[in-house]
């Protein structure tokens, strides 16, 4: 990871508006741009995926549970097929609700994100891995600190990775509303991003 994402939503949010973000004259450019910040964002769910499995491993070694080895394989199916529902849950929960403060909570390494939460809607109902998130807050007050700021960096990287499909849906957004007699265009990549 290059450098810390900001704590502040409003700070990442000053990063939305940049130079390519106005009216166009022209489809061909503005859909060349389109393009660039849907892949950007494709991007950043395989990056997801390849935080997300690691760390699966790390809480598996560190908290030596049983239970948490045997659903490894679920949880592991479940990054794998699921990364934008995943993110964009994240998304909505740790950057929508409370004007980031999840979010913020995550990049500041406040122990309070992990122990009060009960992240049920972010699991879709899956008593497997609602489970799992549970023995994770037991086992998380008995991490010494050099684990728990690995367990740290790793959502870091998460949070790092977020930060990027949020920038570039909120882009997208912007662009059109800024050129708004491309609106076919848009409505072509709407459902896909």
Request: with cysteine.
């Given at each position: 990871?290059?450098?810390?994402?900001?704590?502040?939503?409003s700070?990442?949010?000053?990063?939305?508006?940049?130079?390519?973000?106005?009216?166009?004259?022209?489809?061909?450019?503005?859909?060349?741009?389109?393009?660039?910040?849907?892949?950007?964002?494709?991007?950043?769910?395989?990056?997801?995926?390849?935080?997300?499995?690691?760390?699966?491993?790390?809480?598996?070694?560190?908290?030596?549970d049983?239970?948490?080895s045997?659903?490894?394989?679920?949880?592991?199916?479940?990054?794998?097929?699921?990364?934008?529902?995943?993110?964009?849950?994240?998304?909505?929960?740790?950057?929508?609700?409370?004007?980031?403060?999840?979010?913020?909570?995550?990049?500041?390494?406040?122990?309070?994100?992990?122990?009060?939460?009960?992240?049920?809607?972010?699991?879709?109902g899956d008593?497997?891995?609602?489970?799992?998130?549970?023995?994770?807050?037991?086992?998380?007050?008995?991490?010494?600190?050099?684990?728990k700021?690995?367990?740290?960096?790793?959502l870091?990287s998460?949070?790092?990775?977020?930060?990027?499909r949020?920038?570039?849906?909120?882009?997208f957004?912007?662009?059109?509303?800024?050129?708004?007699?491309?609106?076919?265009?848009?409505?072509?990549?709407?459902?896909?991003?």
């Open positions: 990871m290059e450098e810390l994402p900001p704590a502040m939503l700070e990442l949010k000053l990063k939305i508006v940049t130079d390519e973000i106005m009216e166009y004259s022209t489809m061909t450019s503005l859909n060349n741009l389109i393009v660039t910040l849907k892949n950007t964002s494709d991007k950043s769910l395989d990056q997801f995926k390849e935080v997300l499995l690691p760390l699966v491993d790390e809480l598996i070694k560190l908290s030596g049983f239970m948490l045997f659903y490894k394989t679920d949880i592991i199916n479940f990054i794998n097929k699921n990364p934008k529902v995943i993110v964009d849950t994240l998304i909505r929960r740790c950057y929508e609700e409370k004007d980031g403060l999840l979010r913020a909570k995550i990049v500041n390494g406040e122990e309070s994100f992990f122990l009060q939460n009960n992240f049920e809607d972010m699991t879709e008593n497997k891995l609602i489970n799992i998130i549970f023995k994770f807050k037991d086992f998380w007050g008995k991490l010494n600190n050099e684990n700021d690995i367990l740290k960096s790793y870091l998460v949070v790092a990775l977020c930060d990027v949020y920038l570039s849906f909120k882009k957004i912007c662009l059109k509303s800024l050129n708004p007699k491309y609106e076919t265009l848009f409505n072509q990549y709407i459902n896909i991003f």
